[in-house]
């Protein structure tokens, strides 16, 4: 619940939840409640978005902006798509089934763009941030800096080996189609299929650093079998932003 949240003596968030069905909002309270547990994240403010912004953005269900200033992050929550919980998980489901969102399971389907929102408020990848070493609010990005660099290390990483699996398959295709593979070729183009597919975090992951970190951070967290280059991903969301216990 929205009280929940406020009332979180780890990162207290003042939440709005008007506009959502209950079981989006008691969702996402739940899955942030605990995100929060393991986290420190700037997140302060959650509240559904302008009903002009929210039609114009009708595909995008959140949005994360940072206040460097203040050192805060507040999320926007589209309540044309979270005011009905069982289209909204359908909605995830269907992206899931398509490679856009990570393979995750039923049961946490929900949690999905949470998580994922959850990941812009720990760290983004193209802001401007201060110049100055810390900012007046006292808040120091040098972590955040850091961060970034190893992200960037991991995305390239990531674009390379796929990159790497596809060159080694298209000759092998090639043979499929126009010559006359051996069952050593068919066994080989298998081992790669598996490969990409167990490398492979979402579609949405390629499509620039931001949005890789965040895919990887959700996939780590919620993913049926995440990639190896979301654990490591998440690792450096952890060594940086993670709460010390």
């Known amino acids: 619940s929205a009280e929940e949240l406020e009332q979180s003596t780890l990162n207290p968030v003042k939440a709005d939840f008007t506009g959502l069905d209950v079981r989006s909002a008691e969702s996402i309270s739940k899955t942030l409640t605990g995100l929060m547990g393991d986290y420190e994240s700037p997140l302060q403010k959650i509240e559904p978005m302008e009903k002009t912004s929210a039609f114009m953005q009708k595909s995008t269900p959140a949005q994360t902006s940072h206040n460097y200033g203040t050192a805060s992050a507040e999320m926007k929550l589209n309540p044309l798509i979270m ?31 949470p998580t994922h929102e959850f990941a812009h408020t720990l760290l983004t990848m193209g802001d401007k941030l201060p110049v100055a070493r810390t900012n007046w609010a006292g808040m120091d990005y040098t972590g955040t800096r850091r961060a970034r660099k190893e992200v960037e290390k991991i995305f390239s990483d ?41 490398v492979t975090i979402s579609t949405y992951a390629g499509t620039n650093p931001d949005e890789f970190m965040a895919e990887a951070f959700t996939d780590a967290r919620i993913g049926s079998e995440p990639s190896k280059y979301s654990k490591q991903v998440e690792a450096v969301l952890r060594k940086y932003f993670g709460r010390k216990k």
């Not at 069982?86 to 969102?101: C, E, I, L, P, T």
């Not at 006359?180 to 598996?194: F, I, W």
């Open 158 to 198: 990531y674009k390379a080996e796929l990159s790497q699996i596809e060159q080694q398959k298209k000759p092998l295709l090639d043979k499929l189609l126009y010559g006359s593979p051996t069952e050593q070729d068919r066994k080989e183009l298998l081992r790669l299929d598996e490969l990409k597919k167990s």
């Open 83 to 113: 005011q009905d919980y069982d289209g909204y998980v359908n909605r995830v489901s269907k992206a899931v089934g398509r490679g856009q969102f990570p393979q995750i399971p039923a049961d946490r389907l929900d949690q999905y763009v």
